[in-house]
């Protein structure tokens, strides 16, 4: 008996996933009419952490749907912004994300960072035990099942990169709150609580000062502030979020 044939058309924005004759439009696919819409889709290279809907002959179908002979398949991509849940989100990211991570706990969000690589296995487990979105570039990763929630990161580069997170997923943004070293809270701190972190020119000509309250770590408006507050301006000026101080 002849396998199934079945036609998919992809969102524009999936078509870096796909093999280029599929990102022409609608092409056909033979399938082995057992699995599920869901494999299918992931074995042509689209993570399903990046399928916003499925729609077969024009109607929603849930991933576990196994696709008929002659069946119509849009493949659309993740709207954006995602709606917001009852908490805000909470991320993981992988160790090439370094530079991310600390952009984003810079903007207040909850950013927690695995460096050394502790292994796509333990990354998926802390995913789901900490119902954290695993942010990464591998696809093999957001394939995992134990994911709690994950997302593509479609960039290398860092400043597109965190519009890429801020338009998805619209976290609420809180600029100096947290420790960009370990994610923990920062805390208005005394210069003499700071003291033997501070260099002679650093404690004559600076008087504000915070410090993480789980590392230690001390903060304060370095000859690198001007740096770090253009980024915290051009999100908060595009996303919104408490006015850099």
């Known amino acids: 008996m002849d396998r199934p044939q079945i036609w ?8 870096l996933f796909v093999s280029a004759p599929r990102r022409a439009g609608r092409s056909a696919l033979r399938t082995d009419g057992a699995s599920t819409l869901g494999h299918v889709v992931e074995s ?6 990046e399928v916003g809907a499925l729609l077969v002959d024009g109607r929603p179908v849930p991933d576990s749907h196994v696709p008929a002979d002659a069946e119509e398949i849009t493949v659309r991509a993740v709207a954006r912004p ?45 995913s789901a035990a900490e119902q954290r979105v695993m942010l990464s570039r591998d696809r093999g990763l957001l394939r995992r099942r134990e994911l709690w929630a ?17 338009s998805r997923f619209a976290p609420p943004l809180a600029p100096w709150s947290r420790c960009t070293a370990c994610n923990g809270a920062l805390r208005p701190a005394t210069k003499t609580a700071v003291r033997e972190q501070l260099h002679d020119g650093t404690e004559r000509s600076y008087d504000a000062f915070a410090q993480c309250v789980e590392c230690g770590q001390a903060y304060w408006r370095g000859a690198h502030h001007a740096r770090l507050e253009a980024i915290v301006d051009d999100a908060v000026r595009e996303f919104g979020g408490a006015a850099a101080v």
């Open 82 to 126: 995602l709606p917001s849940g009852d908490a805000p989100p909470r991320f993981l990211l992988d160790v090439h994300l370094g530079t991310l991570a600390r952009r984003m706990r810079l903007l207040g969000i909850d950013a927690a960072y695995e460096n050394p690589d502790i292994g796509d296995a333990a990354l998926a487990a802390r």
């Open 44 to 49: 042509l290279g689209v993570p399903l952490t």
């Open 150 to 166: 994950g997302a593509y990161v479609y960039s290398h580069r860092p400043a597109e990169q965190l519009r890429d997170v801020l």
């Open 8 to 15: 998919l058309d992809f969102a524009p924005e999936l078509h």
